[in-house]
């Protein structure tokens, strides 16, 4: 059974500074992997694809790397800002069934 | 729509009574999902239709949980016999093809 583990459980930043946050996965055959950004009572909003075949995906401050072979991906945010915190998650998924999902990190940005 | 969208977006009920949720997926995405989260945890896999058919039902906890989707449009999930662990966000998403999920913002059960 796929297992999603992210770390850290929470991260508290001043603005400004570039973080990474991490996503690991116990099955390396998966088709994708995902970037979700979940604001508190919303659902959640896709930020970054990153397909089996393909290392890297980046999207304005967001840059998500995988590498499939060791289970590990990264989400890097540049500058991080305040409107950026939230509850980031990483899912895999194994085709078009489902999405397993890690437990999210909780990121609070201060001005 | 413009996006999913899924009522009510909130529902309290008691203990033992019948639910159901709705969700309206974008239109012409053939793909629909059930998600259920729980306070602190990440969204966890119920259902998913593909059409008007359940291609994977395998995340359904029970049997009293049970979803439709009879045009290949609208789905509902009903939950039958409600108990106070069944309280979480239900969250539905829809696509058109692997990755490109689109997620609505959920109904919160609370089951008193």
């Known amino acids: 059974k796929q297992e999603v583990t992210q770390i850290p459980a929470a991260l508290s930043v001043p603005e400004g500074e570039n973080l990474v946050l991490n996503c690991s996965f116990t099955?390396?055959?998966?088709?994708?992997l995902q970037w979700f950004r979940q604001d508190p009572g919303k659902g959640l909003t896709s930020l970054l694809l990153?397909?089996?075949?393909?290392r890297e995906q980046t999207s304005g401050r967001l840059n998500a790397s995988l590498d499939k072979s060791s289970g590990r991906s990264t989400l890097y945010i540049a500058a991080s800002q305040p409107g950026d915190s939230a509850t980031y998650l990483c899912?895999?998924?194994?085709?078009?069934?489902?999405?397993?999902f890690g437990k999210g990190t909780m990121l609070l940005v201060s001005p | 729509g413009a996006g999913v969208s899924q009522t009510p977006s909130n529902k309290v009920t008691e203990k033992g009574k019948y639910v159901e949720l709705r969700c309206d997926p974008i239109?012409?995405?053939?793909?629909l999902y059930w998600y259920r989260q729980s306070l602190g945890q990440g969204p966890e896999f119920l259902i998913y239709?593909?059409?008007?058919?359940?291609?994977?039902d395998s995340g359904l906890p029970n049997d009293r949980f049970f979803a439709v989707r009879p045009e290949g449009s609208v789905s509902t999930l009903k939950i039958q016999r409600t108990e106070r662990g069944d309280s979480a966000v239900y969250l539905c998403?829809?696509?058109?093809?692997?990755?490109?999920?689109?997620f609505g913002s959920g109904t919160r059960l609370t089951v008193v």
């Open positions: 998403a829809s696509s058109l093809g692997i990755g490109g999920y689109t």
């Open positions: 239709f593909q059409g008007t058919g359940a291609a994977d």
């Open positions: 099955d390396s055959a998966i088709y994708n």
């Open positions: 990153i397909q089996s075949s393909q």
């Open positions: 899912a895999v998924s194994a085709g078009y069934s489902t999405l397993t």
């Open positions: 239109s012409g995405h053939t793909a």
